[in-house]
């Protein structure tokens, strides 16, 4: 490929030196476009959601105040709301599912062939599958996933913008 574009190009020099130039400057300019094609995009979503966590149950107001001075009731009561309007949007936007429906604790069997992004096996690992253990953790899946799109030209990086109130 590079030699049919050194060739072309050299015959262009030799008919049209100015066009050829011209040319070049084209074809320097269509490797940058897709140089920056080629960059990955960033998949704003889990700000989304954290976005949306924020506006309906104010979680990161909750996780990023400093809860020390609040007795254990006011706490209690500050959860209880966050816990029910976050979990709401939760299971609006990214329905999740328990990997394992078995209470945690039950005996279960892990499979020969198992997917290790589904299973993760601790402890006393030896052999091959398949394993019998207890269950420490049911995981979770995400069964449904319906966040917003992005829309317009937002900074993705500011999760929910700062309020201000005027006054007179």
Not at 2 to 19: C, E, G, M
Not at 21 to 42: I, L, N, Y
Not at 98 to 126: L, T
Not at 139 to 164: D, Q
Request: hydrophobic share 40%; glycine share 6%.
């Amino acid at each position: 490929m590079a030699i049919w574009v050194a060739i072309k190009a050299f015959f262009k020099a030799l008919r049209s030196p100015t066009s050829a130039k011209e040319w070049m400057q084209g074809a320097d300019k269509s490797v940058e476009s897709k140089k920056t094609k080629e960059e990955p995009k960033v998949d704003p979503s889990h700000l989304r959601l954290l976005r949306l966590m924020q506006e309906n149950g104010r979680l990161i107001d909750f996780l990023k105040e400093d809860i020390q001075p609040f007795s254990d009731a006011q706490v209690g009561a500050a959860v209880r709301k966050i816990h029910s309007d976050c979990g709401k949007m939760l299971e609006e936007m990214v329905t999740v599912r328990p990997v394992f429906e078995e209470a945690e604790g039950a005996v279960i069997q892990v499979p020969r062939g198992y997917d290790p992004s589904e299973i993760k096996v601790v402890g006393n690992v030896q052999g091959e599958p398949p394993f019998s253990g207890k269950l420490v953790h049911k995981g979770w899946r995400a069964a449904k996933r319906s966040l917003p799109k992005h829309v317009g030209e937002l900074n993705e990086e500011v999760i929910v913008p700062a309020e201000v109130e005027l006054t007179k």
